[in-house]
Nanobody, 125 residues
Framework: QVQLVESGGGLVQAGGSLRLSCAAS????????MGWFRQPPGKEREFVAA????????YYADSVKGRFTISRDSAKNAVYLQMNSLKPEDTAVYYC??????????????????WGQGTLVTVSS
């Protein structure tokens, strides 16, 4: 059974930084893509970033490119999202996700196999 457990959310002022972590277990992730989605208040869940577990290639939504960095630690089965220069519009519940390469191509929730429980990030102005 796959488990994805996020941590690291919280309240931060605009311009600040946060680092989200996702601990993954229950599967060989070598052929999968790990990613982060977010759901702002009153809006739909949207793609943020993804990383190929095997090759480490990264993908980003235009809205976070240059500010967020996704990385993984294969030894720890963990994925991270370093968020810098945070803006109030980054306020959302952030979800760790796992799926096939289609996540990168279509960037929709339909291609996600498993979700974490989510962690709230609030950016004050």
């Amino acid at each position: 059974q796959v488990q994805l457990v996020e941590s690291g959310g919280g309240l931060v002022q605009a311009g600040g930084s946060l680092r989200l972590s996702c601990a993954a277990s229950g599967r060989d992730f070598s052929s999968y893509v790990m990613g982060w989605f977010r759901q702002p208040p009153g809006k739909e869940r949207e793609f943020v970033a993804a990383i190929g577990w095997n090759n480490g290639i990264t993908y980003y939504a235009d809205s976070v490119k240059g500010r967020f960095t996704i990385s993984r630690d294969s030894a720890k089965n963990a994925v991270y999202l370093q968020m810098n220069s945070l803006k109030p519009e980054d306020t959302a519940v952030y979800y760790c996700a796992i799926g096939r390469y289609a996540i990168v191509l279509r960037r929709t929730t339909n291609d996600v196999d498993e979700w974490g429980q989510g962690t709230l990030v609030t950016v004050s102005s």
